[in-house]
C-alpha cells in the first residue's frame, strides 16, 4: 500500500480482556517495528521483525505482550489479560532493510482500557 | 546504553520567530540521528536524518539540524515559524549497539506557535 496501515484507529477494552492490534506495512519493507507511546513519555520500542530473521523482542514489557509477522508482511500484535497501564498509542512502522534510511509510520492505534 | 534527552517538554513561539529545539544524545559510537515530527492524531513523519559528512543537514518544510560532535547535540533550527508547525517533535539515534537497527527516541517537545 501507499503508507503504513493500523487498525483499528481506537481501542477501548475492558480490564482482563485479550486486543489484537493489527499493522499492514509498506509492500517491499523488509523491517517491521512496533513502539507505545504513553501519555509525556517518549516512544517505548516493543518488538522487530527483518525479514526471516527471529525477532527482536527485548522490548515487550511483559509475557502478556506477543506478536507475529505473517508472511513478512502483516503483523499482529497481541496484548493478553489487559490491564490499565496497557492503555497507551500503539504504532507501527515500517522500513527498508537498513531502517536507518528513516521508519514510515503508521497513525497509531490508541488503545484504552477501562 | 544510547539515549536522547529532549530538555523542553513545551516551547511556545510567535509565528514568523526563529525556532530552536534541542537534543541532547548519549551514544558510544558515530550515531544516526533523526528528528521526526507529529501531528495530533498521526504517526510521525520524517524531517531529517545525519549519517556523515556535512553536520548542518537539510529536511522538508524548511527545518535544519546541526550536528555537533563536542556537544553531543543535534538541534533542530527553522528561520521562520508557520502556524502549521505546530506539532510535537522527536529526536531518534539508532542503531543500538548490537541490537540491530532500532531507533532510540527522546520524550519529544511540543511546539505552539502563537498567531
Known amino acids: 500500500g501507499a503508507g503504513v496501515s493500523q487498525s483499528p484507529s481506537n481501542k477501548v477494552t475492558e480490564k482482563g480482556k485479550d486486543v489484537e492490534l493489527r499493522c499492514d506495512p509498506i509492500?517491499?519493507?523488509?523491517?517491521l517495528y512496533w513502539y507505545r507511546q504513553s501519555l509525556g513519555q517518549g516512544l517505548e520500542f516493543l518488538i522487530y521483525f527483518q525479514g526471516n530473521s527471529a525477532p527482536d523482542k527485548s522490548g515487550l514489557p511483559s509475557d502478556r505482550f506477543s506478536a507475529e509477522r505473517t508472511g513478512g508482511s502483516v503483523s499482529t500484535l497481541t496484548i493478553q489479560r489487559t490491564q490499565q497501564e496497557d492503555s497507551a498509542v500503539y504504532l507501527c512502522?515500517?522500513?527498508?532493510?537498513?531502517?536507518?534510511?528513516?521508519?514510515?509510520f503508521g497513525s497509531g492505534t490508541r488503545l484504552t482500557v477501562v | 546504553a544510547q539515549s536522547v534527552t529532549q530538555p523542553d517538554i513545551h516551547i511556545t513561539v510567535s509565528e514568523g520567530a526563529s525556532l530552536e529545539l534541542r537534543c541532547n544524545y548519549s551514544?558510544?559510537?558515530?550515531?544516526?540521528l533523526f528528528w521526526y515530527v507529529q501531528s495530533p492524531g498521526q504517526g510521525l513523519q520524517l524531517l531529517l536524518k545525519y549519517f556523515s559528512g556535512d553536520t548542518l543537514v537539510q529536511g522538508i518544510k524548511g527545518f535544519e539540524a546541526e550536528f555537533k560532535r563536542s556537544q553531543s547535540s543535534f538541534n533542530l533550527r527553522k528561520p521562520s515559524v508557520h502556524w502549521s508547525d505546530a506539532a510535537e517533535y522527536f529526536c531518534?539515534?539508532?542503531?543500538?549497539?548490537?541490537?540491530?537497527?532500532?531507533?532510540?527516541f527522546g520524550t519529544g517537545t511540543q511546539l505552539k506557535v502563537e498567531l
Open positions: 551514544y558510544g559510537a558515530t550515531p544516526y
Open positions: 512502522a515500517s522500513s527498508f532493510n537498513s531502517g536507518l534510511e528513516g521508519y514510515t
Open positions: 509492500s517491499g519493507h523488509t523491517a
Open positions: 531518534a539515534v539508532g542503531p543500538l549497539t548490537g541490537g540491530g537497527n532500532k531507533l532510540t
